[in-house]
């Protein structure tokens, strides 16, 4: 009886284990974890515990050979015997190829074993402790099989059965081993005294739980028939009468309607069952919230209640052979198909809602497969949820006995979607091609009715199925890679001919003495900058307006902004480690203060090196999110929102300081922008002189709205205001001029180009070797350009991006809405991105931002030119300043 469960079981294990090496050689990102490892090696033996009772007893439940069994010259105990050794060794072969599995992987992937991080294998528990809890697994199902009749129904009398068990042990636990329930210690990391207490409670649960389902099977399996154990229970054979229900008010009902009716019936207790999980879970949500168990119950129980909704689709025609009726009559596959369908995707429907109250969508924004708002992330769960229902169709179709399926379906699901998500998240981007899978599998569900119909459970069943999963697989590749191909822009040969014939400046030693040099600490920082224009929002954009300027001004009023025209946007990413948080300072220690003065006076004059006294990421902090402004009373914002008490941490003025830092940034920015197009050197350009610029544009805005100059108002006219102004003028005249602007970043993305070009593709791209090719922080060492119409289809989208860039630059930069701009801040973010992690690069972000690519556009000029008149109005005199 039990011999397709274990056969299946074996060959899923090491199916699921191959897979996730086979990925994990493909592809290094998605190398799995010892977590990845730990979840299979505890998912499937206790998956097989889950049906080995309800297998070999329902089994003779479904063929009714119990009441034949009673006739032999054997005990009730005899019987519950067997079935306990065999179940018991069929669960113990599942948990050593498991094991070996898992061993075998680990040393694959990690090339040694580590017994450190093997000993606590599943987040909270210990190998001990989870050999006790398959246990005592087998028991619940004993004892649920033994209770109910039906196959479906005792798994489903399992799963409270095995929580309500494991809440008393961990409250038992709590109480005699004095841990916590949540945060208690594993077996492992027990002392000895609560490793006693744990192994004696453990004895003491198994020995009740086996004395239950001793009582019941002495119940059950003695005497002249089991008809007192049916649930729901009969009436006595004599008192029997037929159940009358009436479908139709005149003559007979309808063939669809009867069907319907007859499907909702079979399969009410799994759809209530599904249902009443689904609203539970949502109100405990509301209730308090998400728990700790939050995520595990519905990572498990939301997947589990889809698959048996698909297996229950075909289960109960198949029961008892009971399809044989519908193909007598020679009615319609396509009507058998839709009426056994309607009722439970209905239910898997209303569990599609309802999964956004319960779990929340945060699961799915930001992974790898290109979700990035909550429509997005609602989709591809969705779309999940549809494949598991109809995987669990599919597999209800297959097999001769109808209650492997709820077994199998989950196996099935593992070995389909592990390719299929490694697939996506290979790629990026294409979620969509699972509802093309889930169009193919329905299609699937749809030509195995027949031979359900006809009871045919050959090869000819299940080997169409798994035909029909690998054309699901099949059809998103070649879909995919079309797509790929499609998209792949056409070659420039003679655009190429001609960037490559441009002649850069040869790099000399006299050269390499005169310049300056960046320290590498310096640029900690990650700076994404946006301009937006204010005319945009004028009508009927008030509050986005205002979100705007508050993102740059936090105390600017309606009044103030009216004679503002743009506004930006700074959002670093800083990485503190290696120079000191000025954000420290903000108490009452004046050394530190004068410290960093010093720190910034020399850093303003003659050097070798930028950044041997302060940091980029100082240098935004002075310059930006120093305390602006005073006009709050006790509290002082500082650009980024934030507030503090200014009678308690602002003894002193930090005006002084954001002067010298302002000027400091304006120097490497004219440094750097001198410098890079020397050596071409396209990353130092963005990354100092483009970034630094915009720290400077932002400091000396929020200058310009200290001074009024955006308003009619007067200039305020006292010491550190006039000193404002001065550094104001000086810095503003530092900024580079517009042709050298164009001409460094002209210079540096032609040079920066034909240093990629002229690279070769290495034949291997492992980490440790590197990768000749290299753009910026594109990442080409990623697995995936070892694909030849990778590398090919990399190499024209750059060519693309470049000369669009190019072009903007000669003719004219674009304003920061145009269309091409939108256009060409996605064709660099698709270049520059990164799949694996967002710390070097674009991360999962869809469009490129500057500084961090080279994007630019008109309102950053727009920006310096306002700065300039500004500058100009000071230079004049003051009378004359008033009068304007």
């Avoid at 598991?388 to 979607?417: C, E, K």
């Avoid at 753009?775 to 070892?786: E, G, I, T, V």
């Avoid at 500057?850 to 003051?878: C, G, K, N, T």
Wanted: aromatic residues 10%; charged residues 20%; glycine residues 8%.
């Amino acid at each position: 009886m039990l011999q397709p469960l274990l056969l299946a079981g074996v060959i899923g294990t090491a199916a699921l284990f191959f897979l996730a090496v086979l990925r994990a050689a493909i592809d290094p990102a998605s190398d799995p974890s010892l977590t990845t490892l730990s979840v299979l090696w505890v998912l499937l033996p206790n998956l097989v515990a889950l049906g080995i009772p309800p297998i070999s007893l329902g089994t003779e439940n479904e063929e009714r050979t119990l009441d034949w069994l009673r006739t032999l010259p054997v005990t009730w105990s005899q019987v519950l015997l067997s079935k306990l050794l065999v179940g018991f060794a069929a669960w113990v072969l599942a948990v050593l190829t498991a094991s070996a599995c898992f061993v075998l992987s680990w040393l694959v992937l990690r090339g040694g074993w580590d017994w450190s991080a093997i000993g606590r294998i599943s987040g909270s528990e210990s190998i001990v402790e989870l050999m006790i809890y398959g246990v005592g697994l087998l028991i619940c199902g004993w004892i649920a099989a033994l209770i109910v009749r039906n196959p479906v129904g005792s798994v489903m009398l399992v799963i409270p059965l095995i929580v309500g068990l494991t809440l008393l042990w961990n409250y038992t636990v709590a109480g005699l081993a004095g841990t916590h329930v949540y945060n208690g210690v594993t077996f492992v990391e027990a002392t000895s005294e609560q490793r006693v207490v744990m192994f004696g409670s453990a004895v003491a649960y198994l020995t009740a739980l086996g004395a239950v389902m001793s009582g019941l099977a002495q119940h059950r399996l003695a005497g002249a028939s089991d008809h007192r154990w049916q649930v729901p229970a009969a009436a006595p054979a004599s008192a029997w009468q037929p159940t009358v229900v009436q479908v139709a008010w005149h003559a007979k009902p309808r063939r669809f309607r009867a069907l319907l009716w007859q499907q909702v019936r079979q399969t009410r207790f799994i759809i209530g069952a599904a249902i009443l999980f689904a609203s539970v879970t949502v109100i405990v949500t509301w209730v308090d919230g998400f728990l700790e168990v939050q995520g595990p119950l519905v990572a498990l129980g939301w997947p589990a209640a889809h698959l048996m909704l698909g297996v229950a689709t075909f289960h109960g025609d198949r029961r008892g052979m009971r399809q044989g009726f519908f193909a007598d009559r020679g009615w319609s596959p396509n009507l058998i198909w839709l009426t056994r369908l309607i009722p439970t995707a209905l239910a898997s429907s209303f569990l599609m809602v309802l999964f956004p109250f319960s779990a929340g969508l945060d699961w799915y924004i930001g992974r790898p497969f290109g979700t990035v708002n909550l429509w997005q992330a609602f989709a591809f769960s969705v779309v999940v949820q549809t494949l598991l229902f109809l995987i669990g169709v599919l597999t209800g179709q297959w097999g001769r006995r109808p209650s492997l399926a709820f077994f199998g379906a989950p196996v099935v699901a593992l070995l389909w979607m592990l390719p299929a998500f490694g697939l996506l998240a290979f790629f990026g981007g294409y979620t969509s091609l699972l509802w093309l899978a889930a169009g193919v599998l329905l299609f699937a569900t749809r030509r195995l009715t027949p031979f359900v119909m006809e009871g045919v459970s050959s090869a000819a069943v299940w080997g169409r199925g798994l035909a029909y999963c690998l054309l699901a697989l099949g059809a998103m590749c070649m879909c995919l890679f079309m797509h790929r191909w499609w998209t792949t822009p056409p070659e420039m040969p003679a655009w190429r001919k001609e960037m490559l014939a441009v002649v850069q400046d040869p790099v000399t030693s006299k050269v390499l003495e005169s310049t300056v040099g960046v320290m590498p600490g310096t640029r900690n920082i990650d700076l994404n900058a946006d301009v937006y224009s204010l005319d945009w929002f004028d009508e009927g954009n008030e509050d986005m307006k205002k979100v705007l300027l508050i993102s740059e001004f936090p105390n600017i009023g309606s009044a103030e902004a009216a004679g503002m025209r743009f506004t930006v946007r700074l959002n670093p990413s800083i990485n503190w480690s290696g120079s000191a948080r000025v954000e420290a300072i903000y108490g009452n220690q004046p050394e530190r203060f004068r410290d960093r003065a010093l720190a910034l006076e020399k850093e303003l004059g003659p050097v070798k090196m930028m950044g041997e006294s302060v940091s980029q990421s100082e240098l935004y902090s002075l310059c930006v999110s120093t305390p602006i402004s005073m006009k709050s009373g006790t509290r002082t914002f500082r650009s980024d929102g934030s507030y503090f008490n200014a009678g308690q941490y602002h003894p002193f003025d930090w005006r002084p300081l954001r002067r010298k830092a302002l000027e400091v940034a304006a120097k490497w920015s004219t440094l750097s922008r001198e410098q890079a197009p020397k050596f071409g050197a396209l990353g130092e350009l963005l990354e100092n002189a483009e970034a630094n610029e915009w720290i400077v544009i932002a400091g000396l805005r929020q200058i310009a709205y200290d001074q009024n100059l955006f308003s009619g108002m007067a200039p305020p006219q006292s010491e550190e205001d006039q000193l404002d102004r001065e550094a104001f003028v000086r810095v503003v005249d530092q900024l580079c001029t517009k042709e050298l602007r164009r001409e460094s970043r002209q210079r540096c993305l032609v040079a920066e180009w034909q240093r990629f070009r002229t690279g070769e593709w290495s034949g291997w791209f492992d980490e440790e070797w590197g990768n000749e090719k290299s753009f910026l922080d594109a990442p080409l060492s990623d697995p995936l350009y070892r694909l030849g119409m990778e590398q090919k289809r990399f190499e024209r989208l750059l060519d693309l991006a470049v000369r669009n860039t190019l072009d903007q630059l000669e003719d004219g930069l674009p304003k920061w809405d145009d269309p091409a701009l939108t256009e060409q801040r996605l064709l660099w973010g698709d270049l520059l991105k990164d799949r694996r992690n967002g710390e070097n690069s674009l991360g999962h972000q869809e469009v490129a931002s500057p500084p961090r690519a080279p994007v630019f556009y008109r309102e950053q000029e727009l920006l310096i030119d306002e700065l300039r008149q500004m500058a100009d109005r000071l230079r004049e005199p003051p009378e004359m300043i008033e009068a304007t």
